[in-house]
C-alpha cells in the first residue's frame, strides 16, 4: 500500500473521531442545554424564529425567494381603506405601523380616518437605530427585518418603538434619533398613570431558581427620558404565588415558556383593579392575569378559554376584553391550526362572576375574521370593535353585525407588506398641537 494511503488512514480516522465527537456534544447541549447552549441559545432562538418566521404567515419557498421578507402574497382585491358602511362617519385615527415597498422599510403613518389622509409620516433611520445597537445583530435587529413594533404616540409627536424582540427607540417627529435604550423589549408598549412606559422584556442573565432553563419574560417600566425604572419576573411571580404547575405541568416543557406579548397598566380603580396593577397575557399558557406589581400578588388568573392569545383590555365596566388566537400551536409538521373552522375570537371576562361571553361571534364567523400567530382589538366607546388581523395585513371597525370599514396595506397589485401592532386613536384622545408649528429640515 502506498505511504500516503497509510498515513491518510489514521488522519481520516481522528477527522472522523473529532466530528463524532462534536456531534454528541451538539446533541447533549441542545437537549441538557449544557456549554455553549448558554451562550448561542439565545441567539439560535432569535434566528429559528426569523428564518420560520413563527409570528407572521407560512410562506413558500418560492416565495420566500421572490418576495422581500416583510411582503406576503394577499387573497384581497383591495387596497388602503374601504368605507363599507356608507351611513358610518369616523372621526378616528390609525397610528400604522407597516412595510412599504417603495421605502423597502417599515414605516409609521398617521391616517385621518374621516378623510383618509395621512398626515404625518415617520421613516425610522434604521441603519442608525442598528450602529447604535451592535449587540443585537439577527432576526428583527437587521435591516430588512426591523419592525418598528407597536409605535406608541407622545404628546410632542414623538413615538416610542421597539425592533420586536431588541432596544426600544424614541423618534420625534422629524424622524431625529432621541435615545435607544439598549435591551430586549418585546410586543406591547403602554403609558401607566405616572406617564412612563410599560413593556414586555427579557431580563438577562439565566432567569428565575427554575428546574430547567427558561426564558425569563419580564415587564419593564420606563421613564420619558429612556431608563429602565424597574424590571420583574413574570415567572418568579408565578412560582412566587403558587403557580408553578403552570410552569411544569401543563404541556411538554420548552424555554420560552411565559411568551408574554401584552403588559396593560390600569389606569383607573374598578371593581379589585386599582391604577397601577398591571394586566398580563402569557400567549404559550393561554393564560391572562391580573398582578398588582407593589405586592408581587395575583389578584386574578385565568387559563382559558381562549387559546394563544393576545391584547388583554380593561372595560369601562370592570370586564375584560381579549382577543384569542384560538389555534392549537406547532401541532406536528402542519404548523399553527384553528380550533373553530378558519376563525379567531374576542372574549370578555368578568372576573366577578367568572362569565365569558362573544359578543363578536356572529360577526367575526361571517366575515372570517382570524390571525394565527398575532392580533389586536379595542373596544370603543360606542361598543364598535377594532382588531388588527396582523397575519393577514389587514385592520377593521366592526359592530356586532358589519363591518364600518377596513384597510389592507397593499403593497403591489397581489402582496402586502406586514403590518406591526398599529393603534386606533379616537378624535377625543388626538392632540394634534404638536402639528401646528412643526418644521422639520
Known amino acids: 500500500m502506498p505511504k500516503f494511503k497509510k498515513g491518510l488512514i489514521p488522519l481520516l480516522a481522528v477527522i472522523y473521531f473529532i466530528a463524532f465527537s462534536f456531534f454528541v456534544w451538539g446533541v447533549a447541549a441542545g437537549k441538557h442545554e449544557i456549554f455553549p447552549w448558554k451562550h448561542i441559545g439565545g441567539v439560535w432562538e432569535e434566528l429559528n424564529a426569523y428564518l420560520t418566521f413563527k409570528e407572521g404567515p407560512k410562506k413558500s419557498t ?67 437605530i442598528l450602529a447604535q445597537t451592535p449587540n443585537h445583530t439577527t432576526g428583527p435587529n437587521t435591516p430588512k427585518g426591523y419592525r418598528a413594533m407597536h409605535p406608541l404616540l407622545l404628546e410632542d409627536g414623538s413615538l416610542i418603538f421597539t425592533s420586536g424582540a431588541g432596544p426600544m427607540v424614541r423618534l420625534d417627529a422629524c424622524n431625529n ?57 413574570i ?79 380593561q372595560l369601562s365596566d370592570g370586564r375584560y376584553s381579549i382577543f384569542g388566537n384560538d389555534i392549537v400551536r406547532g401541532y406536528e409538521k402542519t404548523g399553527n391550526r384553528f380550533v373553530q373552522k378558519e376563525r379567531s375570537e374576542i372574549y370578555i371576562y368578568d372576573p366577578q362572576t367568572d362569565a365569558v361571553t362573544k359578543p363578536y ?18 373596544i370603543l366607546a360606542n361598543g364598535d370593535l377594532y382588531i388588527e388581523q396582523t397575519d393577514l395585513s389587514r385592520i377593521l371597525r366592526v359592530s356586532e353585525e358589519k363591518v364600518r370599514w377596513e384597510y389592507v396595506n397593499a403593497v403591489s397589485e397581489n402582496t402586502v407588506g406586514a403590518l406591526h401592532w398599529s393603534r386606533y386613536i379616537s378624535g377625543e384622545e388626538m392632540d394634534l398641537s404638536w402639528l401646528a408649528d412643526l418644521a422639520c429640515n
Request: glycine content about 8%; hydrophobic content about 35%.
Open 62 to 128: 418560492t416565495e420566500k425567494l421572490q418576495l422581500h421578507h416583510q411582503e406576503y402574497k394577499t387573497k384581497y382585491t383591495i387596497s388602503g381603506l374601504q368605507l363599507r358602511d356608507p351611513q358610518f362617519h369616523d372621526e378616528g385615527y390609525l397610528l400604522i405601523s407597516a412595510f412599504r415597498k417603495e421605502q423597502n422599510q417599515v414605516i409609521v403613518e398617521l391616517l385621518a380616518l374621516a378623510d383618509n389622509q395621512v398626515i404625518h409620516r415617520w421613516t425610522p433611520p434604521i441603519s442608525t
Open 177 to 233: 434619533i432621541v435615545w435607544v435604550l439598549d435591551h430586549r423589549f418585546h410586543h406591547s408598549i403602554e403609558l401607566n398613570h405616572e406617564g412612563n412606559i410599560v413593556t414586555c422584556s427579557k431580563i438577562d442573565g439565566d432567569g428565575p431558581n427554575t428546574v430547567l432553563p427558561i426564558r425569563d419574560d419580564g415587564v419593564a417600566i420606563i421613564s420619558p427620558e429612556g431608563e429602565i425604572l424597574e424590571e420583574f419576573s
Open 235 to 313: 415567572t418568579k411571580h408565578l412560582l412566587e404565588n403558587g403557580y408553578g404547575w403552570l410552569i411544569y405541568g401543563i404541556g411538554q416543557f420548552e424555554k420560552d415558556r411565559i411568551h408574554l406579548n401584552d403588559a396593560q397598566p390600569i389606569l383607573k380603580d374598578n371593581n379589585e383593579a386599582k391604577t397601577g396593577d398591571i394586566l398580563l397575557s402569557s400567549r404559550h399558557l393561554s393564560t391572562v392575569a391580573l398582578l398588582d406589581p407593589r405586592s408581587g400578588s395575583f389578584k386574578w388568573l385565568k387559563v382559558g378559554p381562549w387559546l394563544n392569545q393576545h391584547d388583554i383590555n
Open 361 to 378: 361571534s356572529n360577526l367575526m364567523a361571517k366575515e372570517g375574521i382570524k390571525s394565527k400567530t398575532q392580533g389586536r382589538s379595542k
